[in-house]
Nanobody, 115 residues
Framework: QVQLVESGGGLVQPGGSLRLSCAAS????????MGWYRQAPGKERELVAD???????NYADSVKGRFTISRDNAKNTVYLQMNSLKPEDTAVYYC?????????WGQGTQVTVSS
């Protein structure tokens, strides 16, 4: 059974930075595309960044140039470096496979961007 555990969220001022981590149990992590998703209050959960096992990344237009996704296959961990944060980035952030698999949603980590 694969489990995904997110961490690293918090309260940050506009323009600040945070680094999220997602630790995965199980070797299935290493062969799959992984993604960071977010869900703001009253909105659908959306994919903001994804990365292949080889390290190729894609980003939503709303975060391109500000967020960087990376992964360490040896540690079964995927990261999301978030810079130049904006209030509209406020959401609960989750990691999951791409395409998403409802069986693997974790608790997520809250990111709040506010002055």
């Amino acid at each position: 059974q694969v489990q995904l555990v997110e961490s690293g969220g918090g309260l940050v001022q506009p323009g600040g930075s945070l680094r999220l981590s997602c630790a995965a149990s199980g070797s299935i992590f290493r062969i799959n595309v992984m993604g960071w998703y977010r869900q703001a209050p009253g909105k659908e959960r959306e994919l903001v960044a994804d990365i292949t096992s080889g390290g190729s990344a894609n980003y939503a237009d709303s975060v391109k140039g500000r967020f960087t996704i990376s992964r360490d296959n040896a540690k079964n961990t995927v990261y999301l470096q978030m810079n130049s944060l904006k209030p509209e980035d406020t959401a609960v952030y989750y990691c999951n496979f791409v395409p998403r698999n409802s069986a693997y949603w974790g608790q997520g980590t809250q990111v709040t961007v506010s002055s």
